[in-house]
């Protein structure tokens, strides 16, 4: 066969490919973001990207209801806005294979929180695969679906980001067309109203009990017999580390992390002088393990936060002699920036000299939180900014509300802010909302957006007016404004901010880094007129550096946008050359 490295991303879009699956529709969310891009590749496949995972889940359900194999994929984060459709789905089950992907993210890489996603697939009474590598990305994916169809259930399969993103060699094998199961009207089945879902619960537990005698004898869960004065139970991405710094302890992988093999478990302690359960976050296993009367370490020893690495499992176990070397000394940090040029960094220059509270949201706009902007002030939930601005106008009253403006992209207007947009006009509040549309959602990688007009292909696609979109949610009050054009971008936001009713302003400039986006105009530095003042520098652009007490263009980031020039108080920073 034919091998190739993969990513773990690449690899479940590919075993999803080969297991005959046909739709897949997901909301773009680091670390998950590239399966479904993936998926676009192939042309037997349905691809696309749903305005939120809730949306994407329902998609993908009623994929399944008719008949065919069926994937949606979101990050951690997501399972929290798709969980309405998946506890109930739990109930209906499924016709062809229905699998959904958690991408959980230990370390915060980029994501708001931690959350160990192992508990939704207790919670919601599915089973959970999780995969170590790339070639059992592809594996449990067809793992996953078979499954799905044996025990009539939708199927978690849950990825890490060092899973995702890594890379491992995969063996490619062919696409294996899977049949089209046909659709039998049956509201019994998919009518869950409380006489159906009644009895359908009593069928969810009798598919766990059934799914835990599987856990008992699937290949997705194996004993590694070594030296048995130490046993380790771990899975994921903390299995290679295992292997790699205690290669002589024996192992049970957990392939299949909920339900778990109960007697398996039972076994392998009993075969090993001394237990520990190895998991990054939570005590999901251990808690599980010691309610069954088995002694073992764990959370003792390892940490609730932040991953697991080689490093953590030799530091913890095997103290002073860990392998790896750690060099950070004398390493400058490098926190995250917006982009030279970026038309955010206008917006949020006009919001830090109004001195407003700046209500925040998901995307790359989070990053004016950070000096030298230092422009806003909460950060939550993907479309929480609006919500909470209403909130705080109702508690404190408008008066206070006139300082406050809740600020998100277009995506994550799109994703789940408009509703909160209509509830604020419905219950008559006075607060000031910003739409930063960019084209594109840009923080996972720009991917097409119902506002950019394209589709996950790039073909012509509708486009939303988010001005009118706003006018039909009820708002009287609404501009479209270029946040370069710095003076009425001002003037818009302090008129916006006296009227006392709900105001929605639409900053309307593409991302730069979208083609033909950048200005490429010549920026020149007039050293004559440079009093070394620094003002330029609390925009925070990277293209922008003081030498000598004199600021200097770095030509090789600096596109031209000229917010600078409009700071200089002087002069010493112009479009085009000095004379």
């Not at 995702?164 to 659709?183: D, N, S």
């Not at 059934?210 to 994921?236: H, P, Q, W, Y």
């Not at 992390?257 to 998991?279: G, S």
């Not at 709900?502 to 490429?520: D, Y």
Request: hydrophobic share 40%.
């Amino acid at each position: 066969m034919e091998k190739k490295l993969l990513t773990g991303n690449a690899a479940v879009a590919r075993g999803f490919w080969e297991a005959g699956g046909q739709v897949v529709s997901s909301y773009p969310g680091t670390p998950s973001t590239e399966i479904t891009e993936c998926a676009s590749e192939y042309p037997e496949l349905y691809a696309e990207w749903a305005p939120n995972e809730k949306v994407a889940v329902e998609v993908a359900i009623g994929a399944s209801i008719s008949g065919v194999r069926a994937l949606a994929a979101m990050k951690h984060v997501g399972v929290n806005v798709a969980a309405d459709p998946l506890f109930t789905v739990s109930y209906t089950g499924v016709n062809g294979g229905l699998v959904f992907i958690s991408a959980d993210d230990p370390g915060m890489f980029s994501s708001q929180n931690e959350q160990d996603n192992r508990h939704y697939a207790r919670a919601i009474k599915i089973p959970a695969v999780e995969p170590s590598d790339s070639a059992e990305c592809l594996a449990f994916t067809k793992a996953a679906l078979a499954i799905s169809e044996q025990f009539d259930t939708p199927v978690m399969l849950r990825l890490t980001t060092r899973v995702a993103h890594g890379q491992t060699m995969v063996e490619l094998g062919e696409r294996v067309e899977a049949e089209t199961k046909p659709y039998v009207k049956n509201p019994q089945k998919y009518v869950m109203a409380p006489a159906n879902a009644k009895p359908k619960h009593k069928v969810v537990e009798a598919r766990m009990r059934a799914l835990e005698e599987f856990a008992e004898t699937t290949e997705l869960n194996r004993v590694e017999m070594a030296d048995t004065k130490m046993g380790v139970i771990c899975s994921g991405a903390v299995y290679n580390y295992v292997k790699e710094i205690l290669p002589t302890a024996s192992v049970l992988k957990l392939g299949m992390p909920y339900p778990l093999p109960k007697q398996k478990i039972t076994d392998f302690a009993a075969a090993v002088d001394e237990l520990y359960v190895i998991e990054e976050l939570d005590p999901f296993y251990e808690t599980i393990i010691k309610s069954w009367g088995i002694e073992c370490h764990g959370k003792d020893i390892f940490a609730l936060e932040d991953e697991i690495l080689p490093e953590t499992i030799a530091e913890c176990l095997r103290p002073g002699e860990c392998p790896f070397a750690t060099q950070t000394a004398g390493i400058a940090g490098r926190p995250p920036v917006l982009c030279p040029g970026c038309p955010h960094r206008a917006t949020f220059r006009v919001l830090s000299r109004l001195k407003v509270t700046v209500l925040g949201d998901i995307g790359c706009y989070t990053l004016a939180f950070a000096p030298p902007l230092a422009a806003m002030d909460t950060t939550v939930c993907m479309g929480a900014s609006i919500g909470m601005a209403h909130g705080m106008e109702k508690a404190l009253g408008r008066e206070q509300s006139q300082k406050t403006v809740a600020v998100l992209g277009e995506s994550t207007f799109i994703h789940s802010g408009i509703s909160s947009l209509v509830n604020a006009v419905y219950n008559g509040s006075a607060i000031t909302v910003m739409i930063l549309d960019n084209s594109i959602t840009a923080m996972t990688g720009h991917q097409p957006n119902a506002g950019s007009g394209k589709d996950i292909h790039q073909q012509p696609a509708p486009e939303l007016d988010f001005a009118e979109l706003a006018k039909a949610c009820g708002v009287k009050h609404v501009w479209k404004v270029d946040p370069f054009d710095q003076d009425k971008l001002t003037a818009v936001v302090k008129e916006a901010l006296e009227i006392p009713e709900v105001c929605v302003i639409v900053a309307e400039r593409p991302c730069v880094l979208l083609p033909g986006a950048a200005q490429n105009r010549e920026m020149t530095v007039v050293a004559e007129n440079c009093i070394g003042c620094k003002a330029c520098l609390r925009i925070g652009c990277p293209a922008l550096a003081v030498r000598d007490g004199l600021v200097e263009i770095n030509d090789t980031q600096c596109n031209g946008c000229g917010l600078c020039a409009d700071v200089c108080p002087r002069g010493a920073l112009r479009k085009g050359d000095a004379k």
